[in-house]
């Protein structure tokens, strides 16, 4: 993937800035996120992360919302510890707005739950073919990889 010009509003998504936005809760970062993340990255995919972009000042909802409309795609790890916190469905709220507007794709990974759990918050997250963490990050890098040809 190759580092793309800055987007505004009115281009298309191949002209966006990041290939992938990576949306999660803040308590899978250390157990799965991060690496995820550093995995991606050493396959030039430009990656919006939290670590990755934030710098000493930034604003959070700034920069998220700056990464949520520069992405191709949204990278949505969906976790126990996600359907608990309201700043992560909140980004997934944006992706879903640009997604209904043709901007973003939702690419869903699973960790430490399973369609059944899923269903129970969100029958549309449900029904999304989604990668599993427990497959390893070999594979799911090849996933998004795939999906984003």
Same mark, same amino acid.
């Given at each position: 993937?190759?580092?793309?010009?800055?987007?505004?509003?009115?281009?298309?998504?191949?002209?966006?800035?990041?290939?992938?936005?990576?949306?999660?809760?803040?308590?899978?970062?250390?157990?799965f996120v991060r690496?995820?993340?550093?995995?991606?990255?050493?396959?030039?995919?430009?990656?919006?992360?939290?670590?990755?972009?934030?710098?000493?000042?930034d604003s959070l909802?700034?920069?998220?919302?700056?990464?949520?409309?520069?992405?191709?795609?949204?990278?949505?790890? &969906?976790?126990? %510890?996600?359907?608990?916190?309201?700043?992560?469905?909140?980004? /997934?709220?944006? !992706?879903? *707005?640009? $997604?209904?507007?043709?901007?973003?794709?939702?690419?869903?990974?699973? &960790?430490?739950? %399973?369609?059944?759990?899923?269903?129970?918050?969100?029958?549309? /997250?449900?029904? !999304?073919? *989604?990668? $599993?963490?427990?497959?390893?990050?070999?594979?799911?890098?090849?996933?998004?990889?795939?999906?984003?040809?």
């Amino acid at each position: 993937m190759s580092k793309m010009m800055k987007t505004t509003k009115s281009q298309s998504i191949s002209d966006k800035t990041y290939d992938v936005f990576i949306c999660h809760a803040s308590e899978d970062k250390d157990k799965f996120v991060r690496q995820l993340a550093e995995e991606l990255k050493a396959k030039d995919i430009n990656v919006w992360y939290d670590d990755f972009t934030l710098k000493i000042g930034d604003s959070l909802r700034q920069s998220i919302e700056k990464g949520l409309l520069e992405a191709k795609f949204g990278i949505v790890v &969906l976790s126990p %510890n996600f359907f608990k916190k309201q700043w992560p469905q909140d980004e /997934l709220n944006g !992706l879903y *707005a640009l $997604k209904r507007q043709g901007k973003t794709i939702i690419l869903p990974i699973w &960790l430490n739950l %399973n369609e059944h759990y899923i269903s129970k918050y969100s029958p549309i /997250l449900a029904d !999304l073919k *989604a990668a $599993k963490a427990s497959d390893g990050y070999g594979k799911i890098v090849t996933d998004i990889i795939n999906a984003m040809s």
